[in-house]
C-alpha cells in the first residue's frame, strides 16, 4: 500500500523532530561535559545516539513505502541550563511532547487505515512509555539529591554505566 501524501509529510516532520532530539541531547552532553559530569554526559550522548535510531526507523518506513525522504534544516537546540536538575527536567518534559507527536502520527494512519503504519507506530508508542519513565527517574533521583554533591557524583557514576542499546 502506498504511503499518502499527508503521512508522508508528517513522517518527514517527525524526522526532522527525531534529529532535533538527538541534537537537543547532544547539546546537553556537551553542557555535562563542561560541569565535569561525565557520567551524565555518557548518559545523554546514548541518547541521542537513540534519537538518531529513532529518525533512521522512520526514514526506512518512508524508503519502504516507496515514499521520498526530504530532510529539512534542524533548528539550534538550547545550549546551557542552570543545574542537572533543570537538564533532566527539560528532557522529560520533551520526550512527553515527543509523545503526543507520535500520537498525532498514530490518528492520521488510524484515519487512512493505513495498517502498516499503525504497526511501525506500534514500537515508539512503547518507546515513549520508557523514554518518559527513565528520564523522570533521573528527575526524582535529582529531587532527592538536592544540594548534595557527594550524591550527585553517585548518581553521575551509575549514568555512566549505560549501555548503547
Ligand atoms: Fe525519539
Ligand atoms: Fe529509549
Given at each position: 500500500?502506498?504511503?499518502?501524501?499527508?503521512?508522508?509529510?508528517?513522517?518527514?516532520?517527525?524526522?526532522?523532530?527525531?534529529?532535533?532530539s538527538a541534537?537537543l541531547y547532544l547539546?546537553m552532553s556537551?553542557?555535562?561535559?563542561?560541569?565535569?559530569?561525565?557520567?551524565f554526559a555518557h548518559w545523554m550522548k546514548v541518547q541521542a545516539q537513540e534519537e538518531v535510531a529513532h529518525?533512521?526507523?522512520?526514514?526506512?518506513?518512508?524508503?519502504?513505502?516507496?515514499?521520498?525522504?526530504?530532510?529539512?534544516?534542524?533548528?539550534?537546540?538550547?545550549?546551557?541550563?542552570?543545574?542537572?536538575?533543570?537538564?533532566?527536567?527539560?528532557a522529560?518534559?520533551h520526550e512527553?511532547?515527543?509523545?503526543?507527536?507520535?500520537?498525532?502520527?498514530?490518528?492520521?494512519?488510524?484515519?487512512?487505515?493505513?495498517?502498516?503504519?499503525?504497526?511501525?507506530?506500534?514500537?515508539?508508542?512503547?518507546?515513549?512509555?520508557?523514554e518518559?519513565?527513565q528520564t523522570?527517574?533521573i528527575?526524582?533521583?535529582?529531587?532527592?539529591?538536592?544540594?548534595?554533591?557527594?550524591?550527585?557524583?553517585?548518581?553521575?557514576?551509575?549514568l555512566?554505566?549505560r549501555?548503547k542499546e
Amino acid at each position: 500500500m502506498i504511503l499518502s501524501k499527508k503521512l508522508e509529510n508528517a513522517i518527514n516532520k517527525q524526522i526532522n523532530a527525531e534529529l532535533w532530539s538527538a541534537y537537543l541531547y547532544l547539546s546537553m552532553s556537551a553542557y555535562f561535559e563542561s560541569k565535569n559530569l561525565s557520567g551524565f554526559a555518557h548518559w545523554m550522548k546514548v541518547q541521542a545516539q537513540e534519537e538518531v535510531a529513532h529518525a533512521m526507523r522512520f526514514y526506512n518506513h518512508i524508503v519502504e513505502r516507496r515514499g521520498r525522504v526530504l530532510v529539512s534544516a534542524i533548528t539550534a537546540p538550547p545550549t546551557t541550563w542552570k543545574s542537572p536538575s533543570q537538564v533532566f527536567d527539560e528532557a522529560f518534559k520533551h520526550e512527553q511532547k515527543v509523545t503526543v507527536m507520535i500520537e498525532n502520527l498514530a490518528n492520521i494512519a488510524a484515519a487512512e487505515k493505513d495498517y502498516a503504519a499503525t504497526s511501525m507506530l506500534k514500537w515508539f508508542h512503547d518507546e515513549q512509555v520508557e523514554e518518559e519513565l527513565q528520564t523522570d527517574t533521573i528527575v526524582q533521583k535529582l529531587k532527592m539529591i538536592g544540594p548534595s554533591t557527594g550524591t550527585l557524583f553517585m548518581l553521575d557514576h551509575e549514568l555512566s554505566k549505560r549501555k548503547k542499546e
